[in-house]
């Protein structure tokens, strides 16, 4: 089933000037965005909801699609600094809101509320069943948003997440996760060609341990940073943000990449008020107050050139990401041999100065 309440609208990214030799920058693609907004499918089998947010190049298609997955306490109005970007380079990006572990919950049963449903088995397994139940709904979206129609390319699908997002999409992806929290063999969707997580977890958190990774196969990129710790939360530990990196440690190689940003902090992958960078994972561990004043002083601190925290201003490290995403969907689901050139080159650390490594495996 299928609802929209409201008309499509397009947007006009805003200029973004880059002078770099890069073959890959953050300014905006040939394309102009346009997005529908208020969409909802209903999966009857589980009589659930799952609201969308679509963002889609305006030209003809079909282009691969991408599927966000936010983290905890966030919503499909969240990220749209990636979706916006990726749609204007000619992808069509949907970003759902996981009901239950979303911004209703933290307006009505706060953050203990918020933390208590994220780490609750059954709706870790709902996130990842609304991603593969978005994937069954191509259909019904080209055919009843007839601005989709033609544009989707079914057989070129990828999946990214941030935070808890990044759990879901590595669940997607095949990880083993122990009961109670999935399935030992895992609940990798083979219609997902390829995989980004951005702050991802590690061992010891909800299912997860050393051998979780083994069976991956398809390519991942990972995207975290030196200052993206793991907030303490229920059964887990504070960690350190080597922590996040382990994920690629463990998986196979072939096709995996590590994007490692100097000073990143787990909230500066997150957009401006994002309620999932203001908390932290899993809505826990951060003053939200405290966090609002450091992420205003760091956009104002964007142009400096030090920054005496050592935290790397949000700007920045939003516009890294995008570029090391984009070049990975431009390999992995358009086939694009000069992206997978880029992306085991050095371009993109000399670009940074420095301050972005890229490993490979």
């Known amino acids: 089933m299928y609802k929209q309440n409201s008309e499509p609208h397009t947007i006009s990214s805003l200029p973004e000037v880059e002078v770099t030799n ?32 679509i963002y889609y190049p ?7 699609v991408i599927i966000f997955s936010h983290g905890a306490g966030g919503s499909k109005e969240i990220y749209s600094y990636l979706g916006e970007f990726w749609a204007s380079h000619g992808y069509v990006s949907i970003h759902p809101t996981h ?41 019904t979206l080209e055919r009843q948003a007839p601005e989709l129609g033609a544009k989707m390319d079914q057989s070129q699908i990828g999946v990214a997440g941030h935070s808890l997002g990044a759990y879901t999409t590595m669940a997607v992806a095949g990880v083993r996760l122990a009961p109670p929290w999935g399935q030992s063999g895992g609940v990798r969707d083979p219609r997902v060609r390829a995989f980004i997580a951005i702050s991802p977890q590690g061992p010891g958190d909800a299912g997860l341990d050393r051998y979780s990774w083994d069976a991956i196969t398809a390519p991942v990129m990972i995207v975290t940073g030196t200052r993206d710790i793991a907030r303490e939360t229920v059964g887990r530990q504070e960690q350190p943000a080597s922590w996040r990196r382990q994920s690629f440690q463990y998986m196979p190689p072939g096709d995996k990449y590590l994007v490692w940003i100097t ?15 203001i908390r932290g994972e899993n809505g826990v561990g951060l003053r939200r107050r405290r966090l609002l004043r450091e992420n205003r002083q760091r956009q104002t601190d964007a142009n400096t050139e030090a920054n005496t925290t050592g935290i790397a201003d949000t700007e920045t490290v939003q516009r890294y990401t995008k570029i090391a995403s984009l070049a990975f969907w431009d390999a992995y689901l358009k086939g694009e041999t000069p992206a997978r050139t880029y992306l085991k080159s050095t371009q993109l650390q000399t670009y940074s100065d420095g301050d972005v490594s890229v490993s490979v495996k």
């Open 99 to 139: 009901q239950g572990t979303d911004t209703t919950v933290l307006r009505t049963q706060g953050l203990a509320g918020l933390a208590r449903n994220s780490n609750e088995p059954r709706q870790r397994q709902q996130r990842s069943q609304d991603i593969s139940f978005i994937i069954d709904s191509f259909g």
């Open 263 to 277: 000073g990143a902090t787990h909230s500066a992958f997150g957009t401006g008020e994002s309620r999932a960078g």
């Open 22 to 53: 890069s073959v890959y920058q953050a300014n905006p693609g040939p394309y102009t965005v346009g997005v529908l907004d208020n969409i909802t499918l209903t999966d009857t089998r589980r009589d659930r909801d799952v609201p969308v947010k």
């Open 58 to 64: 305006q030209g003809q298609g079909p282009f691969p």
